[in-house]
């Protein structure tokens, strides 16, 4: 009987009620999965072959404090972008602290655990000179975010072509020089493996208000696809920073860094960026030949500044030699080599960094 009368209820339903009922109970099941997804969302990863299929977060020193909701839902300002992803410049609110976040775009992305564990690499890596990794964000439709620290006082690049009083100072050259070369020391010989840059450049060193410089993007192109990594190459050979001797970006090594710390070298002391076109249309031209022109064109005067003679870490006034500059020229070229064999390896060159300093 009772059977009897629900069926007779249910067949008196009219359609419009049947429908109303139907979306009621796929909204109450939807909501219901949500939630369960937002409560697992930081705990539970799960992995289909060799991607990541849920969200996960990875904190390094530094990011202990961070969180999915923070990088998420931060508002973002994009403040540059390349082949291979974005960067933003990104308020996390919960700390009311500016970080950058550094898009990876999921098809330009390298697969499988070794990318984790680079990730793992790159985030134990700390030093003075260097930009540390605070966290990293991996999102179910392939996506990864790395969060840094945000510098707000721009690039090495920036600081070169404003040509600002503060870039013709031989003590602010030194000490910009000397930081940098400090940092790439620390990565490759300062670590139980060495690690490679693969992309040093002027844009790729940031400055602090005291124009300290922090190395950032060190071995970005292992986390990327051959391709990407590729590309990655071409673009830094287009603006200069490439050794000769490199072909395929995964043949990085220390060497070839050292040919791209040369070249920023030549950039302090010239006051120019390196070029992107051969000026001279002649097949046989070298990079360094025409920044040592750019530097004998420069007035070996515009460093002599009386404001900037003080020696390191003393009150004692000494003047800027030619003697001084000339070693700098000299040991900027020797990156350059042709050959990486003869190239000076960062040690070296830090050592004689620091006798110029004295």
Not at 82 to 90: I, M
Request: some cysteine; proline content about 5%; charged content about 25%.
């Amino acid at each position: 009987m009772k059977k009897s009368q629900m069926l007779k209820l249910i067949l008196g339903l009219t359609p419009a009620t049947v429908v109303i009922i139907l979306v009621l109970i796929i909204f109450i099941y939807m909501r219901r999965r949500a939630k369960k997804n937002f409560n697992d969302i930081e705990s539970t990863e799960h992995k289909h072959g060799d991607e990541i299929a849920s969200e996960e977060l990875m904190a390094f020193q530094g990011g202990q404090d961070l969180t999915i909701s923070d990088i998420l839902e931060a508002p973002g300002e994009v403040i540059g972008k390349s082949n291979y992803g974005t960067l933003y410049k990104a308020l996390l609110q919960r700390s009311n602290c500016v970080r950058l976040l550094r898009f990876l775009r999921p098809i330009c992305t390298a697969r499988g655990e070794d990318f984790l564990d680079v990730i793992h690499l790159l985030g134990g890596v700390r030093h003075p000179n260097l930009v540390p990794l605070l966290g990293f964000y991996a999102g179910p439709r392939g996506e990864k975010l790395l969060v840094h620290p945000f510098y707000r006082h721009g690039n090495l690049a920036q600081f070169i072509s404003d040509g600002s009083p503060e870039s013709h100072k031989w003590t602010v050259i030194l000490e910009i020089s000397t930081g940098i070369a400090r940092g790439l020391d620390h990565l490759h010989s300062g670590l139980q493996k060495p690690i490679i840059h693969g992309n040093l450049k002027s844009k790729n060193i940031l400055l602090d208000r005291n124009h300290k410089p922090f190395i950032s993007d060190f071995s970005l192109f292992l986390l990327l696809n051959p391709t990407a990594g590729q590309e990655m190459l071409e673009a830094s050979a287009a603006e200069g920073y490439k050794a000769p001797d490199l072909i395929k970006m995964r043949d990085a090594n220390e060497e070839t860094d050292i040919y791209s710390f040369g070249i920023i070298l030549l950039e302090l002391l010239s006051g120019k960026e390196a070029i992107s076109e051969n000026p001279s249309n002649d097949e046989d031209f070298y990079l360094p030949t025409f920044m040592r022109n750019a530097v004998l064109d420069r007035r070996i005067s515009d460093l002599y500044h009386p404001d900037i003679l003080l020696s390191n870490g003393s009150d004692i006034r000494r003047p800027v030699t030619e003697e001084c500059i000339l070693k700098f020229f000299q040991l900027a070229m020797a990156c350059c080599a042709p050959s990486p064999s003869i190239r000076p390896n960062m040690k070296e060159v830090l050592c004689k960094l620091e006798e110029i300093e004295r």
